[in-house]
């Protein structure tokens, strides 16, 4: 069965066919960056050619150090490619924070006098939404994170996961058609982060966002991704890339999660190996 057939249901697959045929969500064509470091040019990224579809979930994969983040501060508009073309939703990003996509870190970075709901109204103040609208807005936000009811809350009397759900809830609130995961859920236990994974997955199908997830846990790739990229080790380039034709809903402890997650950690150690690091 067309594992997207089992995700979306016909009429979501024949709409997500449409948006195919749009610019891709992200495109990046020979794209390198070195940083110039105390006089030295230490290249992090080599010829790197990615193209994710509107809809998609790619997850990222890769040594410490191999460029991932590199990697989404351009699509981010932060960083500018030192060579190549970095485009979102068909339009060229050039690294003056010039970017539709929406970026969400490991770290929450919430402002903590600010109660949870103000957090999110902030980033649509930020968007233009106006002021007799934003409340609204932001509750309906919490409710898309199931965070309902926590409007008022302050940031201390959030756990991790809540925080992380009040991220998001800021980052959708771009209404970006894309957004980029810096390992979201890197830092919470695992039984918050399994709830997270079946929120995210759950999200993104309703939202029909793309979604690029860097992570340094296979089986999170495996069990979130419909595409797993592997960088090699620094120069980061592309060294590899799966499919996942898992049917969602996909269990992290799932055999067939399992199986995948194994095969890509075979790759992955050769390439820290390569570099002697983890
Ligand atoms: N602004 C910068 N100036 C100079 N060097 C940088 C800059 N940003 C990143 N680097 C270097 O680029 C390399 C890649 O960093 P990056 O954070 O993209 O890797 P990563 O794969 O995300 O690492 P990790 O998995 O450990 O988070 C590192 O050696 C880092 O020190």
Known sequence: MDPAMTL?????LDAATARDQGPAAVRLADVSKTFDRTGRSTPVLVDINLT???????????????????????IAG?????????????QPVDGRGGSPAALM????????????????ELALRLRGVPRGRR????????????LDGAYDKRVHQLSGGMRQRVAMARALAQESSVLLMDEPFAALDAITRDVLHEELTRIWTETGLSVIFVTHNVREAVRLGQR???LSSRPGRIAR?????????????????????AEITEHLRKEIARHGRA
């Open 241 to 261: 890339e799966w499919r996942v034709d898992i049917p969602q809903p996909r269990r992290i402890e799932s055999p067939a999660v399992a199986e995948l997650a």
């Open 78 to 90: 932060l960083e500018t490619p030192t060579q190549g073309v970095v485009e979102v939703a068909g």
């Open 52 to 74: 994710v579809a509107p809809g998609e979930f790619v997850c990222l994969l890769g040594a410490s150090g191999c460029g991932k983040s590199t990697l989404l501060s351009l």
């Open 228 to 230: 797993v990229v592997l």
């Open 135 to 146: 409340r609204a807005e932001a509750q309906r936000l919490l409710r898309l994170v199931r």
């Open 8 to 12: 979306f249901g016909s009429s979501a």
């Open 105 to 120: 870190f490991q770290e929450a970075a919430l402002f903590p006098w600010l109660s949870a709901g103000k957090n999110v």
